[in-house]
Structure formats: C-alpha cells, structure tokens
C-alpha cells in the first residue's frame, strides 16, 4: 500500500490535496494537528496533516451514478468512516487553490486563548521538569539548562529563570547564543541578593558598630575576620578591636592574636556569654568591633543554642553567616535552616578559588539566607576578600570559573 502525508493550515486544505492527488475515493489512514512555530506566547502555526493512500479497491461506477461494491482483501485496513465522511464533505467543498481566509476577532480571540492556555500548560510542569521537555526549545537554551543545573543551581529555579528568558525572546533571539548569555546574565544578576555592609560608624547610642561572624567548622571564619579588620583598619582608616569566643581551638586563637599584632588592633578572648557582654562594652569607643565565634556542626542543636545566646549577649548591629562555596547544595540548604534563625542577616561566601560550581550564589539567595556581603578568594590577608558584586557573581556561574573572566570580586 503507497502511504502519502499532506500538511495544511487547515482540515479543508490537507483533504483537497488528497483529493488532487490520490482522487476523491483515497482512504484516510491517520489524521492529526500540531503546532509549528516560536515558543511560549510567540506565535505557533496550527498545522494539519493527513495520511492517506490510493484506494486500490475503488467501486466501478454504473450508468446511473451508482456504485457496485467490491470484496476487500481479508487484512486491509478498513477505511474510517468519519475520516470518509470528511474527506467527502470537506474536499468536495473546498477549492483546490483556495487562500486562507482573513482571521476575523472571533478566530483571534480563539488563537488567543489557545496560546495562554498553551503558556499555563507549560508554567504549571512539575517543578524540576527537563528543559528538554519543553517544546520548541531551542538548543541553545538547552545548553544554558545543562550549564546552570552543572553549576549545582537548584533544578527547578534554573527552569524557573529560563522560562522567564524564553518569554522576554522573540524566537529569532533565542537562537542568538551571545544574546542569549548576555540576557541571562542579566536574569541571573537580578536574582543575586548582595547586601554591602555599610561602612563602620558610631551608634546612635556612642557604641561601636559590632560585627559577628558565625558558621560551620571549616570554612575560614577567623581569617576571614582578620582579612575585615585590615581592611578597616588600613584602608579605611578606622578603629578596631577583636574578641574571639573560639577558645576551643588554642590555634585559632593564637592565629588570630598573631594578626592583631601584626594590624596593632587590641584583641579579647571571652568564655561566656556574659563576658562578651562586657568586651563588647569595654571597646565601644572604637569604630568596629568585629567577634569570631567558634564553629559550630549544623546537626548539633546544642552547640547552636549556646552560640544563639553568645549572639543575643553581644547584641551585634550584623550578623554574617559564612559558608564555604565548595559545600554541595544539599549541605548548603541544611547550614541556612539552622544558621539562619540565630540571626545571621548576610552571608559570606569563602574558598571561591576552591569552588568546582557557583551555584550557591543564586542559592543562597533563593533560600531567604539574606544578601551576600563578601566573598573570599583565597589565604591572604588583607588581599584575598571582596564586596559581592552580583554582575560578577553571575559570571562566574556562566563561565564556571573563577578568575579573569569569571570574577567573583
């Protein structure tokens, strides 16, 4: 049996051409519409398209115009009789070279809602659903799918951003790969939460601004204090004093001591929650005060209580959270729900030259864990931290590196 497709923009059209072709008695196999066209809410044709074949067994025809009915071979597909129908009322009815008619407002406002009703089908996915999935997508944006989900972002937000990309594109722009990472840059960066940490000023009530540092075990909390307190000191010129709590590890405390020495700011270690208090009092005629406080296992509840109250003694005007851009997502998400409710306000972000992904940026953000402050870039002290710059940020996440053309500073 010889098969043969017709695609038209209508029913009408696909069965005059079956007609034209394979004559008015041809058997409609299979008949099927599809949409051909932009993605999202740009325009997509309805196309319509028709199988059919020749009719080996057409019926000779008598003198009186009736028909004498032949046997059919046993296995034959049968001819459907709503297609036959069809095809004997629509192809006769429609003209073989006949334009398509001007869309009147009943059939826009029909096109209409079939293109939002096509926008809320794909928006109500399930969260996580493979971009591959989507229809019409373009490969490029499924190249940026496989870079952002690479990176560690969180699935469902990288298909989140990109359908927000796909429905601000023409179609003809999502096929641009240079526009298309320039855009989502953009996306990305507006999605980055940075907070800059104002600079130190005196309270209203004549008290030092005081800063504290809080975190897991690990991520570089005490040279991270001492890359701030040089930089107030020696780039902005202002007073400091540091008081650590992390008495538990003689070696930081002794590294620590080493850079006061070294920036000659004065330094404070306390065992309890009421000495803080009072270190904090004693230097409150300095411009900063910054406080390490000893690392603490997101899964000991204990330890957390005890450093929440270390924190509500100290009455800190920030609280930065600091985590290590080389903690995978999941350990990432555990540290916010438990670090978060001990007041921390701003994040920082270390160890970037250790990172294998960036995704953190933007999950960090997403998470409520608040705006990101500062990121560190490796051991020197004052050198190696920097104000978080979201345009950079979101570099490094498309370039997946950190450097010259993926700086996160």
């Not at 008695?25 to 028709?50: K, N, Y």
């Not at 406002?109 to 969260?127: C, K």
């Not at 790969?177 to 940490?197: F, M, N, W």
């Not at 998470?367 to 345009?391: K, L, M």
Request: hydrophobic share 40%.
């Amino acid at each position: 049996m010889t098969l043969k497709t017709y695609q038209a923009p209508t029913m009408a059209q696909a069965l005059a051409e079956v007609k034209r072709d394979l004559g008015r008695d041809a058997v409609i196999l299979h008949t099927r519409t599809f949409r051909r066209g932009g993605l999202l809410r740009f325009w997509r044709r309805q196309i319509w398209e028709v199988t059919a074949s020749p009719n080996l067994n057409v019926p000779q025809r008598l003198g009186s115009g009736t028909y004498e009915a032949q046997s059919r071979d046993e296995g034959e597909t049968a001819v459907d009789a709503p297609a036959k129908a069809a095809l004997a009322l629509q192809a006769d009815d429609a003209p073989t070279d006949a334009p398509t008619a001007p869309v009147g407002p009943q059939q826009l406002a029909g096109q209409v809602h079939e293109i939002r009703r096509m926008m809320d089908e794909l928006l109500q996915r399930p969260a996580g659903a493979a971009v591959e999935a989507w229809p019409g997508v373009p490969v490029e944006v499924k190249h940026l799918q496989k870079q952002l989900v690479g990176q560690d972002v969180d699935p469902a937000f990288a298909e989140k951003l990109l359908k927000q990309l796909c429905m601000s594109l023409t179609g003809e722009q999502l096929a641009d790969r240079k526009l298309l990472r320039a855009e989502l840059r953009k996306l990305l960066s507006a999605h980055i939460r940075t907070g800059q940490a104002e600079p130190a000023r005196k309270a209203r009530q004549g008290r030092a601004q005081v800063i504290s540092l809080i975190g897991p075990t690990g991520v570089g909390k005490t040279t991270t204090i001492a890359k701030l307190a040089a930089n107030y000191k020696l780039r902005e010129g202002k007073t400091v004093g540091l008081i650590t709590i992390d008495t538990y590890r003689i070696a930081a405390v002794d590294q620590l001591r080493t850079y006061a020495d070294i920036i000659e700011v004065p330094l404070r270690a306390v065992l309890t929650a009421g000495e803080l208090h009072q270190a904090v009092e004693a230097m409150r005629g300095l411009d900063v005060v910054l406080i390490d406080t000893a690392g603490r296992s997101q899964n000991n509840r204990l330890r957390l209580s005890q450093l929440k109250s270390f924190t509500a003694a100290a009455e800190p005007d920030e609280v930065h959270l600091v985590v290590s851009a080389t903690a995978n997502r999941a350990c990432m998400t555990k540290v916010l729900e438990r670090f978060v409710p001990l007041g921390a306000n701003r994040i920082i972000v270390t160890k970037l030259d250790e990172a294998g992904s960036f995704g953190v940026f933007l999950n960090v953000s997403e998470a409520g864990g608040g705006p990101i402050s500062y990121v560190t870039t490796g051991q020197d002290v004052p050198e190696d931290i920097a104000r978080a710059n979201a345009d950079n940020l979101a570099e490094c996440i498309l370039t997946g590196r950190f450097g010259e053309e993926g700086n996160g500073g």
